[in-house]
């Protein structure tokens, strides 16, 4: 007997939301880093157990927008609850509900979503305000499950797919058994150099920067990629550059490191950076480098 469902997992920035679908899969496909606002995108993300398939959606942490960019972010984590059979919210552990935490909350009721609370960072925490976190959100909502973990240290991870195998619905599978994620090549590999780029950048600059591949050639034993890096000003353009090439460099042989493991064959890699000004906040150049919603 097939079963399957398609599962949200939604929550604040820098919840450990990536870094929780990459422990379950087993394998990298969502970007992290410890800078908020890091996926921007929906990623799915396939696991398929004996009979059970579960389509893990990760999305973009939920805040209060300040560019167009923002916005589409957001949009894109409460519209993929709607598209959703069920849904995994993760907070911190002894961090108070916020209105982000209260929305989700709304919307799961008025859908009927059945839902898992998932308490993550506990090893930066204590049992006392695990326990508090949990009586707060079981006062809110009838969670079909609380589960305390640290997705970091794999910690509590296979607690997590326990409780949402309970979620899954006799039906037909929607992905190949073989298939982690339905990415296109040329996204997952903008998404790796992106990465590290906020990685190794500092401060403002990392979330004004897009990365579009302009070249992705596969010749069997190796991948050209061609990827142009955007960013909003000059002198962001200098630094991310780097004093004769040095952080370019580095983003680049980070960034192959990451290609070749994940398609198995050598990677060339060329990167060009380009000023774009206020692009975050331009709807038409926010859809070019593919951010929208189709």
């Known amino acids: 007997m097939k079963r399957t469902a398609f599962i949200a997992i939604v929550g604040r920035p820098n919840v450990g939301k990536s870094t929780l679908l990459n422990a379950m899969l087993g394998e ?14 929906r990623i799915t993300g396939i696991l398929t157990r004996g009979e059970d398939q579960f389509v893990f959606l990760d999305t973009p942490g939920i805040h209060r927008p300040q560019t167009k960019l923002g916005d589409f972010m957001v949009k894109t984590a409460t ?16 961090k108070p509900m916020s209105q982000v935490e209260e929305n989700v909350i709304e919307q799961i009721k008025n859908k009927s979503l059945p839902a898992i609370l998932v308490i993550n960072k506990t090893d930066l925490s204590s049992p006392e305000k695990i326990a508090e976190t949990i009586k707060t959100y079981s006062d809110a909502y009838d969670f079909n499950a609380f589960v305390p973990i640290s997705a970091k240290k794999q910690d509590g991870v296979s607690i997590v797919l326990d409780e949402a195998s309970k979620l899954l619905s006799e039906s037909d599978w929607f992905f190949p058994e073989d298939m982690i994620t339905d990415q296109p090549e040329r996204q997952f590999a903008s998404e790796v150099i992106r990465e590290k780029l906020l990685r190794t950048l500092d401060k403002e600059i990392p979330h004004g920067t897009a990365v579009v591949i302009e070249g992705f050639e596969d010749l069997g034993r190796m991948i050209k990629i061609r990827a142009e890096i955007y960013c909003e000003k000059e002198s962001h353009k200098g630094i991310i550059v780097g004093k004769n090439g040095a952080a370019l460099k580095l983003v680049g042989t980070y960034a192959r490191e990451d290609l070749e493991k994940f398609f198995g064959v050598k990677v060339y890699l060329n990167l060009w950076v380009k000023v774009k000004a206020n692009w975050r906040d331009n709807e038409i150049t926010i859809s070019n480098f593919g951010y929208n919603n189709d």
Do not use: Y
């Not at 990298?28 to 995108?41: C, D, F, G, L």
């Open 79 to 94: 519209g993929t609850m709607g598209d959703s059979d069920a849904v995994i919210l993760i907070v911190e552990a002894g």
């Open 28 to 41: 990298k496909i969502a970007i992290v880093s410890k800078k908020p606002q890091t996926t921007r995108n």
